[in-house]
């Protein structure tokens, strides 16, 4: 096919080669869904930075598009970045597990940010777009409450796991090995 708008798009605003400020982009046509938003803890080299986060200048261009902040566990590299976020984008939902929620929404307190819609994620939720679909499948971690993304695109299916382990005693729910 040599239609552009045919093209799934997976563009890594952060995360790709580096420890932390996780962000990935996923575009089908008018349709951008976001999967985490962390930051980084600067290095020495960069005294009087508290965090380092992502050039959102993409989400900012195409605003009208996003549809859903997706969010895999809640570690700092992979939601510490949500409150600068929500403070130069507009994003409709955040889909979360419930640990991480709560963390989010506590951040978002501390910096007097007021935004309620954060939907809790589990096994069983399937989150339907015109052009994409997604389901999340339970992984383990260093924090309980974590899971993958199946991504349903036209183009065939995307796994983004997040970070992972496998460990057969965890706190919390078994990977969906």
């Not at 869904?33 to 989400?59: C, H, K, N, R, W």
């Not at 600068?84 to 419930?98: D, S």
Request: aromatic share 10%.
């Amino acid at each position: 096919m040599n239609n552009k708008d045919s093209f799934t798009s997976v563009i890594a605003l952060g995360g790709l080669g580096e420890v932390g400020k996780n962000m990935y982009v996923f575009t089908h046509k008018d349709e951008i869904f976001i999967i985490d938003a962390g930051v980084i803890f600067p290095e020495s080299d960069l005294l009087g930075v508290d965090y380092v986060i992502q050039d959102v200048t993409y989400l900012k261009q195409n605003e009208s598009k996003i549809k859903a902040l997706f969010i895999t566990h809640g570690h700092e590299d992979h939601i510490g970045g949500i409150p600068f976020l929500l403070q130069q984008v507009n994003i409709p939902v955040i889909y979360a597990p419930k640990i991480a929620k709560d963390l989010i929404n506590k951040k978002l307190e501390e910096r007097c940010i007021n935004y309620k819609n954060i939907e809790v994620i589990d096994k069983d939720l399937v989150v339907d777009f015109k052009h994409m679909k997604v389901e999340f499948v339970n992984t383990t971690h260093s924090i309980p409450d974590s899971y993958a993304l199946v991504i349903h695109t036209p183009n065939g299916i995307i796994f983004e796991t997040g970070d992972f382990k496998f460990d057969l005693t965890p706190i919390g729910p078994m990977a969906d090995i």
